[in-house]
Structure formats: structure tokens, C-alpha cells
């Protein structure tokens, strides 16, 4: 699956991304974790195994741009804070862009924050304009955020009974039957997390 040099690549992605937010270099771990599980549980190629990987490790660079002030901050965001936020997945394709090893990654961890109803960003892309590989990744993203109760999502909510899986099938519920998600690798997506955080095969 894995090129030859590309763990001393993602082992690099890893530290530089610890070095600067120690969370965010172990989320790193986290999204390639469930991402190649979720992968082959779909039964995808080696060439989309590798892109799943790499959008794990390179789809967050551009927020070591992001002070502190914001990106740590346990409260609410002003709208200038979103908007300094939201810049973030075109400085991650922006890094790749400048790195060889990395470029053929750009325009995939460009449009990881889009959706297929054209409410994402930085573009505003729609359906078939955000590659399958890229949909699929953003399915672990959203899961791994609310799973791991990461800053900025829910942390102030009152603690649930619900399993973190279930809550982030119904947060995934509701982008679905907004237009955002694709229902047809959503409830594949379901099921896998069902399997994953259960112990199935």
C-alpha cells in the first residue's frame, strides 16, 4: 500500500504536527487508524488506501497557522475566528503544493472540508466534484471529532449516556438529510462504526 519513504514522510507529518499541538499529532494516528479500517472494509485499492493515509497526516497541516487563542479555545468562536479557520484546508494544500512527495495529496485535502450540498469550504463544491476518497474520509473526520470530544465540538454539552459512535451517526444523520453527505456510503459508514466499536468482524 505504502510507497517506499513514505513512512519516513508520515513519521515527519507526525512529529512536526505534535510538535505543535500534541492532540493533534495523536489525531493524526487516529483518523490513519480508522481510516484504513473503514477502507478496507469497503474493499478500496491500494492507491485509495495510500490517499486516506496521507489526507489522515496532511489535511491538518494549515492549521499550525492558527493561534493558539483560537485553536485551543475551549469557548465560543467569534465570526473572525471561524473565518481565520475556515483558511486552513487551502494552507494545508498549499504546504503539499510546495512538496514534492506530497503534491499529488493537494487537491484532496483542499476540498476535505466540502460538501456534496455546496455548503463546505473553501470552494463551495458540489456531488461529483468531491472525489469518493475524499467523502470517505471526511465520514472518520466528523466521527473522530465527536468520538474523541475534541475542542470546539461539544465540550461544554452535558455529559450522555449514548455511546460517542452513536453520537456521531446522528450528527452524521443530520449533514446526510441536509444534502451534505452521501446516504449510500453514510449508512455503510454506520455500519462499520456498529462493527468497529463492538467488536465485529
Not at 449533514?175 to 467488536?199: I, N, S
Request: charged fraction near 25%; aromatic fraction near 10%; hydrophobic fraction near 40%.
Amino acid at each position: 500500500m505504502l510507497h517506499p519513504g513514505d513512512a519516513e514522510i508520515l513519521n515527519f507529518l507526525e512529529q512536526i504536527q505534535l510538535a505543535r499541538n500534541v492532540s493533534a499529532g495523536l489525531r493524526c494516528y487516529r483518523l490513519r487508524t480508522m481510516c484504513l479500517h473503514f477502507g478496507r472494509w469497503l474493499k478500496l485499492d491500494k492507491t485509495q488506501l495510500r490517499q486516506l493515509v496521507f489526507l489522515s497526516y496532511c489535511h491538518g497541516l494549515g492549521k499550525m497557522g492558527i493561534p493558539d487563542s483560537i485553536l485551543l479555545n475551549p469557548g465560543l468562536l467569534s465570526e473572525q475566528d471561524w473565518a481565520k479557520i475556515r483558511e486552513y484546508p487551502e494552507v494545508s494544500a498549499l504546504i503539499c503544493n510546495q512538496l514534492p512527495v506530497l503534491k499529488e495529496f493537494a487537491a484532496l485535502v483542499r476540498c476535505h472540508q466540502e460538501r456534496l450540498n455546496g455548503t463546505g469550504y473553501p470552494d463551495g463544491l458540489t456531488r461529483e466534484k468531491i472525489p469518493y476518497i475524499v467523502q470517505v474520509f471526511q465520514l472518520v473526520n466528523i466521527a473522530d471529532a465527536i468520538i474523541s470530544k475534541r475542542l470546539h465540538r461539544g465540550r461544554s454539552d452535558p455529559p450522555s449516556e449514548r455511546p460517542y459512535w452513536l453520537q456521531a451517526v446522528e450528527e452524521i444523520t443530520k449533514e446526510m438529510e441536509a444534502g451534505a453527505r452521501d446516504r449510500e456510503l453514510c449508512e455503510k459508514f454506520f455500519r462499520f462504526l456498529e462493527l468497529f466499536y463492538q467488536g465485529g468482524g
